[in-house]
T-cell receptor
Framework: AQKITQTQPGMFVQEKEAVTLDCTYD???????LFWYKQPSSGEMIFLIY??????QNATEGRYSLNFQKARKSANLVISASQLGDSAMYFC?????????????FGSGTQLTVLP | SQTIHQWPATLVQPVGSPLSLECTVE??????LYWYRQAAGRGLQLLFY??????ISSEVPQNLSASRPQDRQFILSSKKLLLSDSGFYLC?????????????FGSGTRLTVV
């Protein structure tokens, strides 16, 4: 079964507008971590934001925020005031401590294109 | 601060040739090390991980192997490359922490087997 699901293969957003990238996850472990990574065309994986399963508040990092809805098992990434440089592939990932060596499981990604 | 180095950045190899990709981590000790492969336009597939010197776990049966000869060195190898080995290979490390320990990735190697 898919542990991380990203249902939007591609998204478009106008520059300066906000955009939400969807992510749902599946785990029976009460302790887990959720991550978002950005992959520009150069290929490097850039860490954006982290949310722990016990965190009471939604994580924020600059223009990035994570809309964490635990009961629905969703961890959507919100990018405010989109910039042209935000055009990239975005991956949601989950880490479960009960997994071997605490592996990070990735979703299939969402290709975001910011339009001028 | 911790850094991770991965090389080469780009590689074109003929079918049947050997492969050796190297990854080293600086500024930390006893990291968990990972090799991922990403096919064009796809997500990341975990190939190997290592929790210590000489300890290698394989996630997917394939034409590749991994070794960890030193604490902060992780090598991905093949004796004979196949066309299907083409892809983008990423090395990553993480500290031995709880669920909050994320990964730091290297800059990747784009391998084309011709």
């Amino acid at each position: 079964a898919q542990k991380i699901t990203q249902t939007q293969p591609g998204m478009f957003v106008q520059e300066k507008e906000a955009v939400t990238l969807d992510c749902t996850y599946d785990t029976s472990d009460p302790s887990y971590g959720l991550f978002w990574y950005k992959q520009p065309s150069s290929g490097e994986m850039i860490f954006l934001i982290y949310q722990g399963s016990y965190d009471q508040q939604n994580a924020t990092e600059g223009r990035y925020s994570l809309n964490f809805q635990k009961a629905r098992k969703s961890a959507n990434l919100v990018i405010s005031a989109s910039q042209l440089g935000d055009s990239a592939m975005y991956f949601c990932a989950m880490r479960e401590p009960s997994g071997s060596a605490r592996q990070l499981t990735f979703g299939s990604g969402t290709q975001l294109t910011v339009l001028p | 601060s911790q850094t991770i180095h991965q090389w080469p950045a780009t590689l074109v190899q003929p079918v049947g040739s050997p492969l050796s990709l190297e990854c080293t981590v600086e500024g930390t000790s006893n990291p968990n090390l990972y090799w991922y492969r990403q096919a064009a336009g796809r997500g990341l597939q975990l190939l190997f991980y290592s929790v210590g010197i000489g300890q290698i776990s394989s996630e997917v049966p394939q034409n590749l192997s991994a070794s960890r000869p030193q604490d902060r060195q992780f090598i991905l190898s093949s004796k004979k490359l196949l066309l299907s080995d083409s892809g983008f290979y990423l090395c990553a490390w993480s500290a031995w922490l709880g669920a909050g320990g994320g990964y730091t990735f290297g800059s990747g190697t784009r391998l084309t087997v011709v």
